[in-house]
């Protein structure tokens, strides 16, 4: 479950209670129904007897900051034993298993950046010689290599990605920075540690 909105959450005969503070529309939902409760607006409320309760039923609440990126976790001493062990399978990944996965990770990404060159017209298949030769944990660089050729075709010659670089930089930043929560947040929601990473 995730609050987005200026929400009040409670406890009430065993149930959630969802109080909309715009609004005072309420919807409620049964603890039994929820695994994690994340909360990302900082207008969000949430009773102690419910907290403490969620925590008793090994439900983990999450807390974003402001760019909605996860921030803390609460969870349950006692821990639940798939979450304990979803950890424990993370950090004990092998590194051949973690090449393999960030080997996945950057040519799904290359193929994504030819998609959408094609998408605009900007070349079919452009990138396809280096989508189709990342080898395990990129150790050839394709991606690097890939996405200056991409972001050159996509927005000129002259542009360089650069973090602090001149517009569009800034609002490629901002995007980054929301995809990144989102990527953390789906992380979290399937029991991960989005900060250990692969």
């Not at 939902?29 to 419910?50: C, G, K, W």
């Not at 402001?66 to 798939?82: F, G, I, K």
């Not at 973090?163 to 991960?192: F, H, I, K, Q």
Request: proline share 3%; aromatic share 6%; net charge positive.
């Amino acid at each position: 479950m995730v609050i987005e909105t200026a929400k009040e959450l409670s406890l009430n005969d065993g149930m959630i209670v969802i109080t909309d503070r715009d609004t005072g529309e309420i919807e409620l939902r049964s603890l039994e129904d929820v695994q994690m409760v994340m909360i990302d607006n900082h207008s969000a409320r949430m009773t102690v007897p419910l907290i403490t309760r969620l925590v008793a039923n090994n439900v983990s609440i999450v807390y974003c900051d402001e760019t909605h990126m996860p921030v803390s976790m609460m969870m349950d001493l006692e821990s639940n034993t798939l979450q304990s062990k979803r950890f424990q399978n993370q950090l004990a990944a092998s590194v051949p298993t973690n090449k393999q996965l960030w080997r996945q990770i950057v040519e799904a990404k290359i193929r994504n950046q030819s998609l959408l060159l094609e998408k605009f017209g900007k070349g079919k298949n452009l990138l396809m010689q280096y989508y189709n030769n990342v080898r395990s944990g990129d150790s050839t660089n394709r991606e690097g290599i890939a996405v200056r050729v991409y972001w050159r075709k996509l927005l000129g010659k002259n542009f360089i990605r650069d973090r602090y670089g001149e517009p569009p930089n800034s609002m490629l930043n901002y995007g980054y920075t929301v995809l990144r929560s989102m990527m953390a947040r789906s992380l979290m929601n399937a029991g991960l540690l989005p900060t250990v990473g692969i």
